[in-house]
């Protein structure tokens, strides 16, 4: 089974940047649906945003404008480019790779951001 494994995250000021990355350890061309989700203290795990194999990508209002989902099959990873960072953005990111009889998620990794 593929196995994911996120990095990325960090500390960062209100307005920053930070830029995500999902490594699959296999093939992600299979999965129709590759998707980042988040998970703040004592909130529900939400989608952030998700790209369909064929490219079309999806985002969580709270973040239209400021994220952008990108995925790399050849080099089997997915990435989260994350601008003008808000201090509600602050969780625990994780990767979500979709198929019909798989649903693989990564370890997370964790975004803190300061005002």
């Known amino acids: 089974q593929v196995q994911l494994v996120e990095s990325g995250g960090g500390l960062v000021q209100a307005g920053g940047s930070l830029r995500l990355s999902c490594a699959a350890s296999g093939s992600i061309s299979s999965f129709h649906v590759m998707s980042w989700d988040r998970q703040a203290p004592g909130k529900q795990r939400e989608l952030v945003a998700g790209m369909t194999r064929g490219g079309n990508a999806v985002y969580a209002d709270s973040v239209k404008g400021r994220f952008t989902i990108s995925r790399d099959d050849v080099q089997n990873t997915v990435y989260l480019q994350m601008n003008s960072l808000k201090p509600d953005d602050t969780a625990v990111y994780y990767c979500?790779?979709?198929?019909?009889?798989?649903?693989?998620w990564g370890q997370g990794t964790q975004v803190t951001v300061s005002s």
């Open positions: 979500n790779a979709e198929a019909t009889l798989q649903n693989v």
